[in-house]
T-cell receptor, first 113, second 111 residues
Framework: ETGVTQTPRHLVMGMTNKKSLKCEQH?????MYWYKQSAKKPLELMFV???????ENNSVPSRFSPECPNSSHLFLHLHTLQPEDSALYLC????????????FGSGTRLTVV | AQSVTQPDIHITVSEGASLELRCNYS??????LFWYVQSPGQGLQLLLK??????LVQGIKGFEAEFKRSQSSFNLRKPSVHWSDAAEYFC?????????FGIGTKLQVIP
């Protein structure tokens, strides 16, 4: 399998649940990203990992917790979310942090009820 | 601060007609510029990118874009649109370790 794979594709969770989003890339890239995509808003960068080290955290609420156990895998742990957190969460990777040519996964459509 | 403006939220074109999607950017130096396409239920796919050199950039699926420094623009074009081009298109500008995306232009193609 090639590219960036995200699971699950769809997730419905209650406000008191704990869930995790998973991202896997098979491209040998060293940088991975989490983006939030909401309707009528630009993509919002949430987290950046370069060589498994978090290098950017864009004022994201603590109810979102990223984890990068190795350069191929990225997780986003979710707990006590709010309805406004409903969105499409996209994972992306690039060769290096400043490579810019991102490869995106298909995203996880999250609905918080 | 860098920014991207896509003035058209929604565009409708007839199949076979030409297409131009507008993108204006703000950046203090020579920017890196990108166009991505997103089909429904999918992630973003890179169409083309400009880093330096020739200001007319060719991409995948028959798309091209032209960098015009004087107008701070990077418009996307296609001479003949196919129904499969219906999607949302995002312009992006990259600076040092940061990429900023526009809000997207949704393209509808009618027969």
């Amino acid at each position: 399998e090639t590219g960036v794979t995200q699971t699950p594709r769809h997730l419905v969770m209650g406000m008191t649940n704990k869930k995790s989003l998973k991202c896997e890339q098979h491209l040998g890239h060293n940088a991975m990203y989490w983006y939030k995509q909401s309707a009528k808003k630009p993509l919002e960068l949430m987290f950046v990992y370069s060589l498994e080290e978090r290098v950017e955290n864009n004022s994201v609420p603590s109810r979102f917790s990223p984890e990068c156990p190795n350069s191929s895998h990225l997780f986003l742990h979710l707990h006590t979310l709010q309805p406004e957190d409903s969105a499409l969460y996209l994972c992306a990777s690039s060769q290096e942090w400043d490579s810019y040519g991102y490869t995106f996964g298909s995203g996880t459509r999250l609905t918080v009820v | 601060a860098q920014s991207v403006t896509q003035p058209d939220i929604h565009i409708t074109v007839s199949e076979g007609a030409s297409l131009e999607l507008r993108c204006n950017y703000s950046y203090g130096a020579t920017p890196y510029l990108f166009w991505y396409v997103q089909s429904p239920g999918q992630g973003l796919q890179l169409l083309l990118k400009y880093f330096s050199g020739d200001t007319l950039v060719q991409g995948i699926k028959g798309f091209e874009a032209e960098f015009k420094r004087s107008q701070s623009s990077f418009n996307l074009r296609k001479p003949s649109v196919h129904w499969s081009d219906a999607a949302e298109y995002f312009c992006a500008v990259g600076g040092y370790q940061k990429v900023t995306f526009g809000i997207g232009t949704k393209l509808q193609v009618i027969p």
